[in-house]
């Protein structure tokens, strides 16, 4: 296994940037005030305003999430953050908060303490969610809540190393760009994989795709120069690629062009080429609710997308609908049917999306947990949790 993105290194070196945090919150700009409606109004529901009981978050970065929080929750809120250079511009940005220097697996507060445990854009970066979990069940009083919210796209850091340990490959969603779809026939599309809208990531079997790769580059095809990076076999290098392609629109659609045109030669020859489609978010979505379970003293309350509108006059005409979801933007020719559940409905109000635009809307993947007593495991007792 080569050094690699996802070696022991990674989280001092990927966290030890803020540039990352200043290129997030441009990101956010544009949607503060609908993501801030979908925070507060979540939180109003699951964690009310209650006698000044411990908030912590975890891996608070630069405290965004300090901005969009109801203020009543201010006084008794600590931030904590594993990142040097994070906390010191939390701390410039705000200094009036109380923030600490903590990994979300060890954190310094009592036992029974805290009334809710906060995070945003964190679940999906840490790798050992099972700990981080015990200790949030730890600090956690009686009925304390967990709330998780993701508003940008999935860090896939966590899982491009279970893809690999599977013998998968991830690639960039070539099957859903438009502007190659736009140009194939009927029984090109057919020898395509079956995707989701808004899925990322394609997962194809590690040894098929470089047994192919190799054949094509042994015979001298020039389409093996067109996969770039791509036709390289380390497995881990090829996740890197992933990354840095998808951030760069001209290498996405041109890796895509040379994927696409790949999967239909391999394809239209017979060959095995095993594929399949992953969406992040549901991905992360499962992962939560299968490590948050009543064995390990929590109960979920919610885990899904959660939407929020409004009309903006300064979207361009032929556009009445700008929607966000999945940290992806689409300038849409029509209103259609916000994904997730409206916020407005946690507070039991119904909603109603005009017929006519243009509107703005987006979605915020929401993930809460009660802490519940511990549910016995089947056979056994349930495990009592405490520091380790
Ligand atoms: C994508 S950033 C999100 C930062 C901030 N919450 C935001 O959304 O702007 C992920 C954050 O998780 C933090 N992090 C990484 N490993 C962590 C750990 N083991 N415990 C707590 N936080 C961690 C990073 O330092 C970083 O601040």
Redo the contacts with the bound molecule.
């Keep these: 296994m080569s050094a690699s993105l996802f070696d022991e290194r990674t ?1 001092s070196v ?2 030890g940037d803020p540039s ?2 200043d290129h ?2 441009r990101v ?1 700009r544009p949607w503060n005030r609908l993501t801030r409606r979908i925070v507060c109004g979540i939180l109003a529901t699951v964690a009310p305003e209650d006698t000044g009981s411990a908030i912590v ?9 300090r901005e969009w929080l109801p203020s009543a929750c201010l006084p008794n809120l600590t931030h ?4 040097e250079p ?1 906390l010191q511009r939390l701390r410039q940005r705000f200094p009036e908060a109380h923030a600490i220097h ?4 060890s954190l310094p507060f009592e036992t029974a303490s805290v009334a809710a445990v906060l ?4 679940f ?5 969610l099972p700990t ?1 979990r015990d200790e949030l069940r730890c600090v956690l009083r009686q009925n304390g809540v967990v709330v998780h ?1 993701l ?2 796209a999935t ?1 896939p850091d966590c899982l491009f190393p279970e893809l690999i340990a599977h013998g998968e490959i991830p690639l960039t969603n070539f099957a859903r760009d438009p502007a190659l779809l736009a140009v194939l026939s009927d029984g090109q599309k057919a020898l395509l994989p079956v995707t989701k809208d808004f899925d990322e990531i394609l997962a194809i079997d590690g040894r098929a795709f470089a047994k192919y790769v190799t054949m094509l580059e042994s015979a001298g095809h020039p389409l093996v120069q067109q996969l770039g990076a791509y036709r390289g076999l380390d497995p881990y290098r090829l996740a890197q690629e992933y990354m840095t392609v998808s951030a760069d629109p001209a290498k996405l659609l041109a890796t895509n062009k040379a994927l696409l045109s790949l999967t239909l030669s391999a394809r239209s020859l017979g060959r095995d080429w095993p594929i399949r489609s992953i969406s992040t978010r549901d991905h992360l979505r499962a992962q939560l609710t299968s490590t948050f379970t009543k064995v390990h003293g929590f109960q979920i309350v919610y885990a899904g997308p959660v939407s929020a509108w409004e009309t903006d006059a300064t979207i361009p005409e032929g556009c009445p609908m700008l929607l966000r979801h999945a940290g992806q933007t689409r300038a849409l020719k029509e209103i259609l049917p916000l994904p997730g559940q409206p916020i407005e409905q946690w507070a039991g109000v119904p909603t109603v999306l005009p017929s006519t635009g243009p509107i703005r809307a987006c979605t915020v993947e929401v993930f809460v947990a009660q802490s519940s007593p511990l549910a016995p495991r089947e056979g056994g007792e349930g495990r009592p949790t405490g520091r380790h």
């Design positions: 989280p990927r966290w990352l945090l997030l919150q956010r978050e975890i891996g608070a970065g630069d405290g965004q999430l904590s953050e594993p990142s994070f903590a990994k979300a697996t995070g945003l854009c964190v999906d970066s840490l790798p050992d981080v919210f508003d940008l860090n």
